[in-house]
């Protein structure tokens, strides 16, 4: 009997869902328990404040990080309520605790509110999760607005940004953040400008900010994956393309978001990847070249 797991392949049954998207409506759910990783310690009694914590990317880091031994804040929009108590009670699964931090990372007030309530909880902070996105596909660069391109560049690489700010100077030595990239950062996309452009974007804030803070003893790293089975996909693509998803990689198949999160486990654990710092991550199921 074959030990590697089975993970669902396309086609997936049509689906489509309003913005932000739920983990709970997707079929199938994406999987992020990762029930073959054994915890070791790695981030035993850190802090991680991860965005976008509710669902997807976020929610299998979130467990992944308890299981190692850290408490975790969770940011996310006020719409995701239910995926998010859903990730709260994995993480105390795990043993350990989590704190809700409902708001939206396009306002610099409520980053650094959602930093002071995580210290103010857990009395630390050690990583530093930014994960949050907006996505919206226009097949004509016509179609694109300026208000669509706002919001984009808003959450995913100034939330980024207000996040960091706010994190810095609570971050000591051996600390870690971690931005979530995407594939597109490197290559574009055609129907998602605005996106690939803040991913890129993302990608040289990385790499910038780990040269800025290496003195401080603080590492700053990137993950890109390709394509993934969380909400971002049935709430921005219509459902033809969603029963489709991700069959294009060499593994026929989407990633799930409990394949991903251990590479976040890797850059946040100091044990793992003390020398490793600016560092863009590339995940893209058998593709060997990311640009």
């Not at 902070?125 to 669509?148: C, G, I, K, M």
């Not at 026929?252 to 590479?263: D, F, L």
Request: net charge neutral; glycine share 8%.
């Amino acid at each position: 009997m074959s030990s590697v797991k089975e993970h669902p392949q396309p086609p997936f049954p049509k689906q489509k869902q309003p913005k932000p998207g739920l983990e709970s409506n997707m079929e199938p759910k994406p999987q992020y328990e990762a029930a073959a990783y054994r915890g070791s310690g790695k981030l035993r009694d850190r802090v991680a404040l991860i965005t976008g914590g509710d669902s997807g990317i976020g929610r299998a880091v979130a467990v992944l990080f308890a299981r190692e031994g850290a408490d975790v804040a969770l940011v996310y929009l006020a719409e995701e309520q239910s995926d998010a108590e859903e990730t709260r009670d994995a993480v105390e699964a795990e043993g350990r605790r989590a704190m809700l931090l409902p708001g939206d990372v396009t306002d610099p007030a409520f980053c650094r509110h959602a930093v002071a309530q995580t210290v103010q909880r857990f009395g630390r902070l050690d990583v530093l999760v930014n994960n949050a996105a907006f996505q919206s596909q226009q097949p004509e660069f016509e179609s694109l607005s300026e208000a669509q391109w706002d919001r984009t560049f808003k959450t995913n690489i100034y939330g980024y940004f207000y996040m960091a700010k706010a994190a810095v100077p609570h971050l000591k030595s051996g600390s870690a953040i971690i931005n979530c990239s995407s594939i597109t950062g490197l290559r574009g996309h055609k129907k998602l400008i605005d996106y690939a452009s803040t991913k890129g974007a993302i990608n040289a804030f990385t790499k910038s900010l780990a040269q800025n803070l290496i003195e401080k003893g603080i590492r700053v790293n990137a993950v890109a994956p390709g394509p993934v089975w969380t909400p971002l996909n049935p709430s921005d693509r219509d459902a033809d393309e969603v029963a489709k998803f991700g069959q294009k990689q060499p593994m026929k198949r989407p990633a799930q978001p409990e394949e991903i999160a251990p590479a976040f486990v890797f850059f946040a654990a100091d044990v793992d990847s003390s020398y490793v710092t600016g560092e863009v991550l590339t995940l893209l199921g058998g593709e060997t070249t990311a640009a």
